[in-house]
T-cell receptor, first 115, second 114 residues
Framework: GAGVSQSPSNKVTEKGKDVELRCDPISGHTALYWYRQSLGQGLEFLIYFQGNSAPDKSGLPSDRFSAERTGGSVSTLTIQRTQQEDSAVYLC?????????????FGNGTRLTVT | AQSVTQLGSHVSVSEGALVLLRCNYSSSVPPYLFWYVQYPNQGLQLLLKYTSAATLVKGINGFEAEFKKSETSFHLTKPSAHMSDAAEYFCAVSRGEYGNKLVFGAGTILRVKS
């Protein structure tokens, strides 16, 4: 079946612009996660959704970052007034449920470059 | 708090040789542990997971990992490396406070020489 789909695959934006990154999870997966992967920082957790609610937003690095999920499916990560340090690969993952042994299925990521 | 440490940011082996990628965890409760692999320009793919059912866990592509509580380790092994195994490998532990939030190690890049 279809895996986690992320769009765009690449995004180049100018410093100060806003960007939206989209994630389509696997159908039927109730849990959705956003991670950021950058050189020197590894894989950083950003936010977790269960259904449409976000019980854990602790990884969002600043108030310029926000995310929402609608219909228990698609999620959008928005970065306002982008900075060069926001350049990274943003990975989305979904899992069937929130149990500890429910594996995360990752998309191929969106590579964001802020110039 | 749960965390993982991967020893060695780069590992190089010859084709056909044993692969050993090291991971040590820190957890105040029995952990759930995972190994993921990432090929260039792709997302992470689950190799295997430990969820306390058995200490020796077999995964895809001939990989396996052994959970050793006394050593707080979950090392990944493969008896014979193949060129296609060249990738970056991540060990992760579930924090479990909200959902299956994973904390990842820094990753180990595996190079396979012909």
């Amino acid at each position: 079946g279809a895996g986690v789909s992320q769009s765009p695959s690449n995004k180049v934006t100018e410093k100060g612009k806003d960007v939206e990154l989209r994630c389509d999870p696997i159908s039927g997966h109730t849990a959705l996660y956003w991670y950021r992967q950058s050189l020197g920082q590894g894989l950083e957790f950003l936010i977790y959704f269960q259904g449409n609610s976000a019980p854990d937003k602790s990884g969002l690095p600043s108030d310029r970052f926000s995310a929402e999920r609608t219909g228990g499916s698609v999620s959008t990560l928005t970065i306002q007034r982008t900075q060069q340090e926001d350049s990274a690969v943003y990975l989305c993952a979904s899992s069937l449920d929130s149990s500890y042994n429910s594996p995360l299925h990752f998309g191929n990521g969106t590579r964001l470059t802020v110039t | 708090a749960q965390s993982v440490t991967q020893l060695g940011s780069h590992v190089s082996v010859s084709e056909g040789a044993l692969v050993l990628l090291r991971c040590n965890y820190s957890s105040s409760v029995p952990p759930y542990l995972f190994w993921y692999v990432q090929y260039p320009n792709q997302g992470l793919q689950l190799l295997l997971k430990y969820t306390s059912a058995a200490t020796l866990v077999k995964g895809i592509n001939g990989f396996e990992a052994e959970f050793k509580k006394s050593e707080t380790s979950f090392h990944l092994t493969k008896p014979s490396a193949h060129m296609s195994d060249a990738a970056e490998y991540f060990c992760a532990v579930s924090r479990g406070e909200y959902g299956n939030k994973l904390v990842f190690g820094a990753g180990t890049i595996l190079r396979v020489k012909s």
